[in-house]
Structure formats: structure tokens, C-alpha cells
């Protein structure tokens, strides 16, 4: 694994957005996975401010995201959909149809996890963007899925909802499960970009980077990808 440690959080969003830019300007056709939460912000707005001021185009870009809120739509602010268009793709000429994520609210879970296996089976993304959760999971891949695990529905973990109650007006309003990529799909990714920022972190990065490759911390599973870089902040690399 490749580890890149910056000053602060400005800097993982600017390094990381090199790295981006240069997957897209090789392939304009490129499939980039992408990931929901704090984290990526500071990318995703670098992505934005690009093709406004340099006309880097996303048009024959797609893109498949991670995870999604069971429960949740478009119709919810809370929900990922919401978040991606509203944080990325309606400041870029993506088109909407080339954009997918998992359907909140699939009346029957199972044949829509089986759906976007499929899809991920299809187009393999050629940059997976991923954050880390204090507790060391991608994803919604909680500590104990196991790494050849697909898509599939979770039950999140109390920590998981404490830390994503945040974002949201009461906690008892977080969703209790969520459809998620598996490790497997995560892994089937030609590179992964991991980005951590904060000292909450530092202990997940520590495991991501020395610790022992185990399901009860999903994120060492990155270890034996071929071509993963971790951009951190200086606060998350302090246990390195
Ligand atoms: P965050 O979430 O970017 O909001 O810290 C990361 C994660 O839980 O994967």
C-alpha cells in the first residue's frame, strides 16, 4: 500500500483530487466508484471547481457509489442518492443516467443486491474512492463481514449510528440497515483511493496499514489489493 501523509485535511483533498483527475483525463470513459460522508468533500468540491474553471468533461464518465440508507430515496436529504447529486454530480456534465447507487427503498433487498452485482460485474470501476470508519470499516462493511462477501443488506453497528447520527436531527432517525458493496467488489477495483482525516481515525489506520489482515477490521482486506494508496492527514497518521 501506498501512503501518502499530508498536513491537513486541504491537502488530502487536493492530493486526492490529483489523483482523480488523472484517472478521467487518461480515460474519459473511466467508472469511478464512489464513496458518501465528510470525508470526500473536499474532493468531490475540487472535482467541481475543475470543470467549472478547466471544462474537464465527465460526460462518457460512470459511476457506481457504495452504499445507501435502507428506507432512503432521492426524496430524503439524508439519503446518499441526495448527497451525491447534490455534492458532485449536479456541479458537473455527468449524465444522471451513467450515475447509480443502490435503491433505498427496493421492495425486495435481495434481488436488488443481486441487481447491482451484476451492474458492478459490468463495470469494473477503475478508481474506488473509499473513506474509513473509526471502527475500521468500508463501506458499510462492519468489523466481521466477511471479505468475500457482495453486495448485500447490514444491520449497522451502534457505533456506526453514533458516529452518522451527526448528520442527521435525532438519532433515532439514523436507518438501523443500509445496502452496501462487499469487500469483494470493493477489492475487484482496478485502484483504491482511501482517504482519512482526523485523529478519530488514527486508530482505523493503523489497523488499514500494520495491523493484522482480519474481518474485524475490514479495512486491512486492502492490504493485498495490488494498488491502493492511502492519503491521510497528518492527525489520522499519528499512530503510524
Ligand atoms: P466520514 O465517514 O467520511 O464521514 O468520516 C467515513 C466512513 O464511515 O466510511
Do not use: W
Not at 452485482?117 to 466477511?146: C, K
Not at 485523529?199 to 477490521?217: C, D, I, S
Amino acid at each position: 500500500m501506498k501512503v501518502i501523509i499530508t498536513k491537513d485535511y486541504e491537502e488530502m483533498s487536493a492530493k486526492a483530487f490529483e489523483l482523480m483527475k488523472q484517472v478521467v483525463t487518461e480515460n474519459p470513459s473511466a467508472v469511478l466508484g464512489l464513496a458518501t460522508g465528510s470525508t470526500p468533500l473536499g474532493l468531490y468540491e475540487r472535482m467541481a471547481e475543475d470543470h467549472k474553471k478547466n471544462g474537464t468533461s465527465y460526460k462518457q464518465v460512470k459511476t457506481v457509489n457504495l452504499d445507501e440508507y435502507e428506507g432512503l430515496d432521492i426524496s430524503s436529504d439524508q439519503s446518499y442518492v441526495y448527497f451525491m447529486r447534490e455534492n458532485l454530480f449536479r456541479h458537473l456534465d455527468i449524465r444522471p443516467a451513467n450515475t447509480n447507487i443502490e435503491n433505498g427503498k427496493a421492495q425486495d433487498p435481495e434481488a436488488e443486491c443481486a441487481r447491482y452485482n451484476a451492474l458492478l460485474e459490468s463495470m469494473r470501476q477503475d478508481i474506488q474512492v473509499l473513506g474509513i470508519g473509526s471502527n475500521g470499516h468500508i463501506a458499510f462493511n462492519e468489523p466481521g463481514t466477511p471479505f468475500d462477501a457482495e453486495t448485500h443488506v447490514v444491520d449497522l453497528t451502534e457505533s456506526t449510528i453514533r458516529d452518522n447520527s451527526r448528520l442527521f436531527a435525532r438519532i433515532e432517525d439514523v436507518p438501523r440497515r443500509a445496502f452496501t458493496m462487499g469487500p469483494k467488489n470493493i477489492m475487484n477495483a482496478r485502484r483504491i483511493l482511501i482517504l482519512a482525516s482526523g485523529a478519530n481515525k488514527a486508530k482505523a489506520v493503523l489497523g488499514l496499514v500494520k495491523g493484522e489482515v482480519t474481518e474485524q477490521l475490514p479495512a486491512s482486506v486492502l492490504q493485498r489489493h495490488p494498488d491502493c494508496t492511502l492519503v491521510c492527514d497528518e492527525a489520522a497518521a499519528s499512530l503510524l
